[in-house]
T-cell receptor, first 116, second 111 residues
Framework: KAGVTQTPRYLIKTRGQQVTLSCSPI?????VSWYQQTPGQGLQFLFE???????NKGNFPGRFSGRQFSNSRSEMNVSTLELGDSALYLC???????????????FGSGTRLTVV | DAKTTQPNSMESNEEEPVHLPCNHS???????IHWYRQLPSQGPEYVIH???SNVNNRMASLAIAEDRKSSTLILHRATLRDAAVYYC????????????FGTGTRLKVLA
């Protein structure tokens, strides 16, 4: 069974540009969450999608957005990149929405974004 | 937000048991306690979770205090491959149910 696939693995962008990251969840998983990981702030929740609907959103500016497609694949977009957006972006999928606390997540290996 | 407190780092000798503690004094009655670990250059990996009773799986055991204000992840025989950052996590109480990751415990396993 394939795991959570994130593409690309590494990305270098210039300040002011925008970027789109992709996540393919495990087959049959309908919930996809995104997290940002930095050395200073650790792992922080960005947003969660279930059945193409955003269910939860973390405390990030509107430059961070996402969407989920009918096949459960998800993308996140960051516009007007800033140096502080350099981070490891992690995607996690689950069979159930995160409201079901008896289920865990499977994380991908992440996309390492560097903004220069 | 429900918060957890873990030691920043711990060391263990290979082949010995490891007890990783976690305090969660603000846990609600229906919150599950989840443990994940993150190996270098990888995303977090699910380890175990529980509600009230102790739990065992092939990776580890989870011991939950009777008052649920603390828990302990037990690795029965640490190997070099267990060197990772271990996160103890509760679900957010506000209804958004997102994971709130703390700083975790960095486990170093000595050969």
């Amino acid at each position: 069974k394939a795991g959570v696939t994130q593409t690309p693995r590494y990305l270098i962008k210039t300040r002011g540009q925008q970027v789109t990251l992709s996540c393919s969840p495990i087959s049959g998983h309908r919930s996809v969450s995104w997290y940002q990981q930095t050395p200073g702030q650790g792992l922080q929740f960005l947003f969660e999608y279930f059945s193409e609907t955003q269910r939860n959103k973390g405390n990030f500016p509107g430059r961070f957005s996402g969407r989920q497609f009918s096949n459960s694949r998800s993308e996140m977009n960051v516009s007007t990149l800033e140096l502080g957006d350099s981070a490891l972006y992690l995607c996690a999928s689950s069979q159930r929405p995160t409201g079901d606390r008896n289920y865990g997540y499977t994380f991908g290996s992440g996309t390492r974004l560097t903004v220069v | 937000d429900a918060k957890t407190t873990q030691p920043n780092s711990m060391e263990s000798n290979e082949e010995e048991p490891v007890h990783l503690p976690c305090n969660h004094s603000t846990i609600s009655g229906t919150d599950y306690i989840h443990w994940y670990r993150q190996l270098p250059s990888q995303g977090p990996e699910y380890v175990i979770h529980g509600l009230t009773s102790n739990v065992n799986n092939r990776m580890a055991s989870l011991a939950i205090a009777e008052d649920r204000k603390s828990s302990t992840l037990i690795l029965h025989r640490a190997t070099l491959r267990d060197a990772a950052v271990y996160y103890c996590i509760l679900r957010d109480l506000s209804g958004t149910y997102k994971y709130i990751f703390g700083t975790g415990t960095r486990l170093k396993v000595l050969a």
